[in-house]
Every structure is written in C-alpha cells, then in structure tokens.
C-alpha cells in the first residue's frame, strides 16, 4: 500500500512545518519549501490519474481507500479516498495550488506566515474531497477557514479585516448548521456512525422529514460556500480584499465544496429531502445565473465583476445538479473543473493589472491591446472561455449543465440561458473598455507579463484549449461514477 | 477524394495556428502564403467531391465520424454512456457550399495580399482570416448539429476579431462587439433548439435525426419549436429582421473582410442552417411560415434602406441583407434549390461588389460616394467588374442573379402572390440602388478633384480575383441552370409539406413573369440614371428635399437600431438595480441581518443576565443582608449567647428530623 491520498494531502502539511522552523529573514528556502510542498501533490495526484480506474465497474467503488479506527469510542475513523466525482477535485485543487503557490512568489511582507497558512490551507481542501468520515470531513472543512481568514485578514486589501471576519463569520455560521445535521445523521444511524459510505446506504430508514430537516442544515452549510442566492454577498468583498493567489483558492476550489457536498452528501443520502427541495434548488439556480450575471453587468471593478461572474458560473452548476440527471451531474462536475481553471487565470490575470496599475477601474483603462498584447491576448482568451467559446473549456461543459437540466426544468433553462447572453455582454465590454480603442496615454509606460506570471497563466491557457478541444481526458475519469450516482435512486 | 473530406476545415485551421505561432509579425513575412496554400488545398478538395457528385460518381451523402468524447447522459429516466461523434456529412448542398466557401476565401486571401499590404498586423490578419475559413467550413461539413453549433460560434468570434481589425480606432471595437451580440441573442435560440433537440430525439447526428423525424419520433409541437429555435440563430448569423442591425457597423472590418465574411460566406450560414435542416421546418408548416414572412420582411426593410446612404460599403450591407431575406423567403415557400442557388450566385456577385467597393477605396481612400464621381476613368478594370456584378445583382439577364432570382419569384408566386408583389418590388428596388451606388462611384465628374487625381488602378494581385469573380458571376447562372444542374446536384428538398410545395396554388408563365420583372428592373436603372447620373447631385437631393420624412425614417432604419440601444439601456439599468439590490438588500438582509440577529440574541442574553441572573445574585446577597439579616439582628442585639445555641441545636435536630 502506498498511501498515496495520505501523502497528497500531508505533504503540505510537513512542508508547513518545515517552513515553520526556517528563519524569517531567508526568502529562498520558504520558497522552494513552499514551491515542493505544493509541486508534490501535484506529481502525486497526476499519479493519481493515471492509476485511477476509468471502467464502468468502478463506478460504484472508492478507489486509494485508507482506512484505520481514529477513535474508537466514538466510532470515527481515519477514512480516505476518492472516485469519479471527488477524484478530479483533488487534482483540480493540486493544480490550482500549485499556481496560486507560483503566483504567490511576488508576496512581499510576512511571506513566511503566508505560505505557512497557504500550505495548511491546502491541506484543508484535499482532505475535504477525500475524506470519507463525517467526522474527518469536518475537521478539515474547518480547517480551510482558519489559514482564509488569516490570508485575506493579513495580506488583504483596504478592507481586509472586515471582509476576512464577514468571510469567516458566515461560513462558520454555515458549518454549524452542517454540523448539527452531521450529528443528526450520526445518531439517525444504527449503530451510530460518521462513515460517509455507510452513512450513503441508510436514506430507507429515515423519514420525510427527517430528511428535510437534516438536508436544510447541510443545505445551509454548501450553499454559503457555493455560493447560493442568497447567501453569496460574502463572495465579491471577499475576493475583492484577498491578495490574488488566494483569490484563485478561493474561486477555483473553496466554492467547488458547496457543489461537491450537495452532490456527496445531500444527494446521495437524503434523496428524500433533496427531491422536496429540488424546485427550490432550481430557482435559486436560475436567480444565480441571471441575477449574478446581471450584477457583474453593473461593476466597474474587474475583480469584484469576476467575482460575480463565478456567482453566474456556479448558477450553472446548481441548475446542472438540479436536472438530477446523469447528464446534469457529468455537467455540473466538468463545469466546476473549468470553472476553477478558468476564473483562476481570470483572476490571476486582474491581479497582474492590478500590480502594475494599482487600480482595476474598467473605466480608466483604454487601448491597452497595443501597449502589452500578450496580457490582453490571454485575457481576451480566458474571457473567452468564461463566456463559453467552443473549442475552450466552458463550453461543453456548459452545455452538458444546460442539457441535464432541461429535460426536467424546460422554462427555468430557457430562461437561465439568458446568463449566457449577458455573460457575453459584460466580457466584451470589458475587452473593449480596457484594451481596444486609442490608447489612454496615461498608461504609455505599462509592462508587459513578466515570467512569473507567465508561468501561472500559461499552464491555464493550455488547459482552457486542452479540455475545450478533448474534454474526454476529464470526462473519462467521471462517467462511470456519475453513471453509478445517477442510477441511485432510479 | 471524399475520404479527405474532413481535411478541408482542418487544413485551414492548421494553417491559422502556423500563421498565428509561426514567426514574428514582419512587412515581409512569408507566413500569409501558408494561408492561401491551404485554401488551395482545401479548395482542391472540394473541387473534386463537386465535381464527382455531378457526375454521379460519388453517391451522396458520403458520412464519416469519429468519437469525440463521451458522457454520462441521461434520456427519460435511463442513464447512458452518449457517445459524442463528430464527423463530416456531405449532400449536394453540402458540396455546392464547399466549393463557394473554397473558392471566394481564396480569391480574398490572394486580394488581400494587396490590400492589406504594408499594415501593421498583417501575419495576424491572414491567422484571423484562415481561421474563420476554417470553422466556416467545420460549420458547412459537420454531421453534429452541436459542432455546427460550435463551429457556428466560432465564424461568430472570428468575425469579432476581423471586425474589430482595427482596434486602435474606436468604431470597430464597437461594431465588432455589437456583431457578436447581437448573433448571440439569435444564437440562444439555436442553443434552445440544440437543447431540445437532444431531449427529444436522443442525438445530434443530423442523419439520425432525419430518421427521427421521419418515424414520427418528434411530435408536430416540437419540430416548430426547435425550428423557431433554429430560425432565430440564423436570424442572427444570417442577418433577418428584426437581428439585421448589426451588418451595417460591421463595414468597420477591412473590406476584403466584408467580402468573405459580411457578403459571400458567414451571413449565409444561417440559409444554410435552414437548408440543412430542412426536414424539420417542412414537417412544421407554422416554421417554414416564419421563415418565408421573416424573409420576405427583411428583403423589403433592407432594400428600402439601401436607397439612402452615401457609404458605398453600407449601401452593398444593405443590399447583402435584403438578399439574404430573398434567400431566406424561397426556403420559406419551399424553394429549396432556389434559395441554394441564388446563395451560390450570390456569393459570386457580392464578394466581386465588395472587392470592387474596396479596390475603389484603396484607391480614394474614402467610403464615401459623394466624394468619388468619375472614376471609370482612373480605374477601368474595377469599374468594368463592378458593372457586371452590379448587373448580376439588379438581376439582368443572362447574368447569375437572373437566373437565381427568377426561380425564387417563380417559387414564391405559386406560394403567394401578395409575397410575390413585395418580393418582385424589391427587385426593382436592388436595381435602383444598384445603379445608384455604381454611378454615384464611377460616372458623372469627379466630385473630389484631389482624391480623383491620386486614384489608380489597383495592382494585378487585386484585379484578377476581381476578374475571376465577374467571369463566374457571368457564366454561373446560366452554367448551373442548364439542364437544371444545380437543382439535380442540390435535390428538391427531403420530405416537403403537400401545402407548402406539393401542388403550387398559384401559377404564371415563366416567361412573362421574367419579361416582366427585367423590364422593371431596366426602369430602375434608368431612375438612377436620371437622378444619379448628372455632374452635380442637385435632382437626387432636390428628391430627398422633398422626402424628407421617408428619408429620414430610411435613414434611422425604421428605428430598430434605437430600439435595440433601448433594450441595451434597460438592461444596463436592470443590472445597475441588481447591483443595487445586491449590495443593500440582500447583503443587508442575510448578511448585516443575521450579524444583527445574533448580536440582538447577544444583547438579549445580556440583558437576561443583568436582569436575572446577576439580580438573582444581588437578591440572594439583598434578602440574606437585608431581610434575613435584618431581622436576626434582633437576636444579636440582645447578646444572649446561650439563645444562640438553643436555636442552633432546634436548626440542626431539625435539619436531622426532615432528613
């Protein structure tokens, strides 16, 4: 046994420690320590990938399970390990930290705390997606807030400190209903349990009710974190303080644990109180993408109109969830895979005019395509692909989104589609009002990308046309599960 | 031959990649070649699948596929594996479409290699350019309507580019984004159908699809559904009423651009949208209505407007739109190959107008009519094409457009013969401005002596796909009516309507019908002779003095630019009441809200503690002290110790006795 989910998601953790007992002044081996301990996992999970098992029979299985007694008195366990659906989250979440990590370098003041937050941060996120105990689930759910709280707290912007406590106030608030409902599954189950897999097969014996009552509490726990109407304003202050690489975190993985436990946890088991609660679902899905586009419309800050835009993006993920179809979740799951590539690059691209300009006004920009074509080129590309272009990776998915939920929701698609139009809309008039036109000469001396941001951005880029052109490659890796969860309940 | 059938997209797209990653953007790069090189090849290709479906050696249609990727999908309750094929499927149409898309790319490639010389972003222009030939070509081969769709989008993003060429100015950006918006709108519908589509008949593959159809898997309903859907992309690709205001603006692009793209190939996309598709609005008469009425509405709107401006590139977007309405009408009243046919000749007439329109401008280097006069003198050859496409157009016989136009008035009298009253003005009305614009430009005197004096000939790189053109707008017609040619190549049209094509209501002699038609069309051009033809403007202005009010309508187009500019405003407002919203309604309910709510609980508890708990606390201290206290002090006062220990020895016995 190699233990490999253990050593994906630990080996942050060592390289948090290890930073810990560096001396602050030597800049170099936090980061290299830090570039390691985000490099690894990521060598580790593209293993991953090419051992995990793609066919049909393993669909219904965990595959790399790890699995000891915790504690026993309580019958919590030491349990982890992943399938079509948590397996290409935790690659997504290897890569985009790796990225973050690079984007990271340019961290100025107190980067040794930085990347010691950062890495713990890290370690939070994959043990989400992989745990398989309810009890590990929380500890690490709770353990990506503290590390958020401090980086955007610390390294924030001018509003720092009240963005990172709203931040944090609010998802806890979240946790505790989740915890309350975790608890209550616990004792619902005979003999009592907090083992997901187990937990999965038990939905026959709880009532209605029960099911509602319980599917609310998580409900209110994922929806915070997706985020959901109307729980989402957390979202734009958030991400407009965070300094850029924690930006990226936060939209290409923190949101995705929403969707991924409304898919693991409410879906497969309360089926119950998830199909009371689906024509809900369905509105708050179509209010995300319309409302949330609409909002982004009216932004003048590139940051915060990215940020509503991952509000839209996020729409389409609960509008997938909602068709409760096989088609729906292959959507929903390739469009959170996209979405993190795509919205990380936009964001890590905002933050690389942000560095030169120190302003993200759309307003006071103009003509910039001249002056550094290769940002504007990229930029251009990941609007691109946000607003869905064929041949980049929001468009399948996207499609998939829409597709699994029409055959169940006809008029909430047919107008939910109307987010695409003005998704559209504010892209391009973005693209136009900051690099197209004459040139604002007050911006006659601005740099183009430097290295570092070049070797963030560029992996993205190739992935955007990679999967936009062979979505097979992480499509493959969910079929059989989303086949499997589908015909759950069928 | 056919087997490189899917080379014909891919080598373009290849090329556009090399062009674009190739090498440094230099005056004198070598990289543009590789553009035309594959278009060459590309139209090599296309040339022999024609010309061995004419001759009956090819059986068609030829399909070929190949696994794209696949997904867990989901069909009333039964979740699957779909396998997602993309392919080429190649019919008569299909060959036709090739061939034109082929040919016309090259001749604007080789063009453009004049025309563009010398600017800055030439590498990139020729990157641009393939690269829309390339997904127009992935648009026209597909067997998957949802690689159509995505090839759709991307000619859509191309045309972005082309139009906004010009970045540094402010009108292209601007008219570039306004193409790909408003294509966007009308593409929502086409993402509808597409949606649709797959729920009811489980594939994207239009083979299988027209087999669904045929069984009767679709109910009636929702074939007018997803042809409505359908219609309403290519009202947007194509141009149609009411999504026709963006053509105009995109002149903003190069004018080689306008040729290939806004003219001869991407506008007509949406036509060949409808043909592909036919079987599904022949199965829904209610579809192919909307079709023909939005043809017929856009032809007349868009001929009227092309009377008035004095931008010769505007006056042929015009004219471009008003045709496609033709195009669109003749496959609303069930003349297939009619519409095929006269998008085939058009392709030809257009792109030799807008190349000639851009050889004019290269030359004076204004759109602007009112400044030309004259020039047929300084340039013979763009002036002699020009003239034969501008007859091709006004539909003169034996040039292309007579032929195309005729079979569409023919078809659309035995429709209807109100349809045929619009359509038969509106050709008279493509006379007059046809002619109006031609002797605005080159008869008359020089209204700009300056300009007329610098104005040259253009080089032999521009003039022989000028002359190209004109010679196919010559010989195209008559060619492919012979013997019904085109109509055999193409066929009638898979599974028609009794009513809509079956048997015609109404009939005319051809012949007379034609006779008639020409003749009007010879008055018009006479009109502007009279009017336009003169050393000054003053009888054409002494006209417009005198409509005012029709020429100003004409000149706002009917007001549906305003309109659409309110609708942008009323959702720019909407969204600025989202934002509003969002900031001091919902993140003051749910978020200060619920801070509100628990620091209320907070202050609540505080207030039960400083009410309760701590003055239960000082009433314990108060009634011990001051109560009990008090009144024991009566006993202490009086010192009696013995006292003392008598009560404390009845307490304890008491204490002991109630235990």
């Known amino acids: 046994m190699i233990h ?145 709280y401090f980086l955007i707290g610390v390294w924030g912007g001018p509003q720092k400190e009240y963005a990172a406590i709203k931040f944090f106030l609010y998802t806890l608030t979240g946790s505790v209903f989740m915890l309350l409902a975790i608890l209550a599954l616990y004792f619902q189950a005979d003999p009592h349990t907090f083992d997901m897999v187990a937990l999965m097969k038990i939905h026959g014996s709880l009532s209605l009710k029960f099911q509602i009552i319980v599917f609310l509490g998580f409900y209110l726990g994922f929806a915070v974190k997706v985020p959901a109407f109307p729980f989402h304003t957390w979202l734009p202050l958030a991400h407009v303080e965070a300094p850029t690489a924690i930006s990226v975190i936060l939209a290409a993985v923190l949101l995705k644990m929403g969707v991924y436990g409304i898919m693991r ?85 905002v933050g690389v005019i942000y560095d030169r300009a120190h302003t993200r006004d759309i307003t006071v920009f103009g003509g910039l395509a001249t002056r550094v074509p290769v940002y504007a080129g990229f930029m251009s590309l990941a609007c691109f692909a946000s607003l869905g272009l064929p041949g980049l990776a929001g468009f399948v998915s996207e499609f998939l989104c829409f597709l699994g939920a029409f055959t169940r929701w006809k008029y909430h698609t047919a ?66 599960t989303m086949m499997h969860m589908a015909g759950l309940f069928k | 031959m056919i087997e490189h059938a899917f080379l014909i997209p891919l080598l373009p797209l290849a090329a556009s990649f090399l062009i674009l990653f190739g090498g440094p953007e230099r005056k004198d790069s070598p990289l543009p070649y590789a553009g035309i090189a594959a278009i060459g090849l590309s139209l ?155 729920a ?79 079987f599904i609005f022949a199965a829904s008469q209610v579809a192919m209505d909307a079709v023909a009425w939005t043809g017929l509405i856009t032809a007349f709107l868009a001929g009227t407007m092309a009377l008035v401006p004095y931008d010769i590139k505007r006056v042929l977007a015009f004219s471009t739109v008003s045709q496609l309405g033709f195009m669109m009408c003749a496959l609303g009243v069930g003349g297939y190959a009619a519409g095929l046919f006269h998008l085939t000749t058009h392709a030809f007439f257009k792109a030799l107008l807008f190349l000639g329109a851009g050889s004019v401008i290269h030359a004076v280097h204004t759109n602007d009519m009112r400044q030309m006069g004259g020039l047929s003198k300084r340039m013979p050859v763009t002036f002699m094409t020009m003239t034969v496409g501008s007859l091709a157009l006004a539909g003169i016989p034996p040039l292309a457009g007579f032929f195309s136009k005729d079979q569409i008035l023919e078809k659309v009298f035995e429709r209807s013969p109100f349809m045929f009253a619009v359509l038969a003005l509106t050709a008279c009305l493509t006379a007059f401005y046809t002619f109006r614009m031609v002797f605005l430009t080159f008869r008359g005197e020089e209204r700009d002596t300056e300009r007329f004096r610098h104005a040259e000939e253009s080089g032999g790189v521009m003039t022989v796909p000028l002359v190209i053109l004109a010679v196919l707008s010559v010989c195209s017609g008559w060619a492919l009516e012979h013997a019904h040619a085109f109509a055999r190549l193409v066929g009638s049209g898979p ?121 239960a606390v000082d009433g314990c201290g108060y009634i011990s002290r001051d109560v009990v206290g008090a009144n024991l002090r009566w006993f202490s006062l009086r010192g009696r110790v013995q006292e003392y220990l008598l009560y404390l020895a009845v307490g304890v016995s008491l204490f002991s006795i109630l235990r």
């Open chain 1, 265 to 349: 946890v409410s879906y497969t088991m309360l089926p119950l109180g998830f199909e009371w609660f689906l024509p809900i679902l369905v509105m708050i899905a179509v209010i995300n993408i319309v409302y949330g586009a609409l909002c982004a419309m009216a932004q003048t800050d590139m940051k915060k109109m990215v940020a509503y835009s991952s509000i839209n993006h996020m729409g389409y993920c609960l509008l997938a969830i909602a068709g409760c179809s096989a088609t729906g979740f292959s959507g929903s799951l390739l469009q959170m895979v996209n979405h993190g590539i795509i919205t990380g690059a936009l964001f890590l691209l």
């Open chain 1, 4 to 148: 490999l989910l253990s050593l994906i998601t630990f080996i942050p953790l060592v390289g948090a420690l290890v930073v810990l007992c560096l001396p602050k002044d030597g800049r170099r081996p936090i980061e290299v320590v830090g570039l390691l301990a985000t490099a690894l996992p990521l060598v580790l999970s593209c293993w991953l990938y090419a051992a995990f098992d793609c066919s049909d029979a393993a669909g219904a299985t965990m595959q790399f399970v790890e699995r000891h007694a915790w504690i026993p008195s309580m019958n919590v366990q030491y349990y982890l390990g992943v399938d079509g659906l948590s397996g290409p989250l935790v690659i997504l979440t290897a890569l985009m930290s790796l990225i973050a990590m690079i984007a990271s370098l340019g961290i100025k003041e107190r980067f040794k705390e930085y990347v010691f937050w950062f890495l713990v941060l890290e370690v939070g996120m994959l043990g989400v997606f992989e745990s398989l105990d309810f009890f590990l689930f929380y500890v690490f759910w709770e353990l990506t807030l503290v590390p958020m």
């Open chain 2, 44 to 198: 090599w290709i296309s040339l022999r699948i024609l010309f061995d479906a004419w001759s009956g050696a090819l059986p068609l249609p030829y399909e070929a596929d190949w696994s794209w990727f696949s997904f867990a999908a989901e069909l009333r309750g039964r979740p699957f594996i779909f396998d997602m094929r993309a392919g080429v499927l190649i019919e008569g149409a299909t060959a036709v479409m090739l061939a034109v898309v082929c040919l016309v790319s090259l001749l604007v490639q080789v063009y453009s290699l004049g025309y563009m010389h010398g600017d800055a972003k030439f590498k990139r222009y020729y990157a641009y350019l393939s690269f829309f030939t390339a997904s127009m070509l992935g648009l026209v081969v597909s067997n998957n309507l949802l690689v159509t769709f995505a090839c759709w989008e991307l000619v859509g993003v191309s045309s972005y580019l082309l139009i906004g060429f010009w970045f540094e100015k402010t009108a292209p950006p601007y008219a570039a984004k306004k193409a790909f918006i408003t294509t966007k709108l009308g593409d929502l519908g086409f993402f509808l159908a597409l949606l649709t589509i797959f």
């Open chain 1, 415 to 480: 107008v939910a589609v109307v987010g695409i139009l003005v998704t559209a809309a504010f892209f391009l008039r973005m693209i136009e009002k900051v690099f197209l036109g004459p040139l604002n000469n007050r911006w006659a001396d601005l740099s183009d990308m430097n290295a570092r941001e070049l070797v963030s951005v560029v992996p993205l880029a190739i992935l955007m046309v990679a999967l936009g052109i062979w979505p097979k490659w992480a499509l493959g890796m969910m079929n059989a």
């Open chain 2, 495 to 615: 599974g028609l309507l009794p009513g809509a094509a079956g048997e015609a209501a109404h009939h005319i002699d051809p012949m007379v019908m034609a006779t008639g038609v020409t003749g009007a069309a010879f008055l018009a051009i006479g009109l502007a002779y009279r009017l336009y033809c003169t050393p000054d403007l003053s009888a054409a202005l002494a006209w417009k003095e005198r409509l005012s009010l029709p020429f100003k309508v004409l000149e706002d187009r009917y007001g549906f630019d305003a309109f659409f500019l309110g609708l942008v405003d009323a959702a720019d407002r909407l969204a600025g009441l989202c934002r509003w919203v969002d900031a001091e309604v919902v993140d003051r309910i749910f978020v200060d809200g619920w801070g509100l709510l628990c620091r209320i609980a907070a202050e609540l508890s505080n207030l039960f503690d400083a009410l309760f708990v701590d003055q």
């Open chain 2, 200 to 278: 009811y008949g489980g594939t994207f593959n239009i083979v299988r699809l027209r087999d669904a159809v045929a069984m009767g898997y679709l109910p009636e309903l929702v074939l007018t559904l997803i042809g409505l859907g359908l219609l309403a992309g290519a009202m947007g690709k194509s141009a149609q009423w009411p999504l026709f205001i963006w053509l105009p603006d995109a002149m903003e692009g190069p004018t080689p651009v306008s040729a290939l793209i806004h003219a001869a190939t991407m506008v007509a996309a949406g036509i060949y949208l409808v043909a592909r598709c036919y």
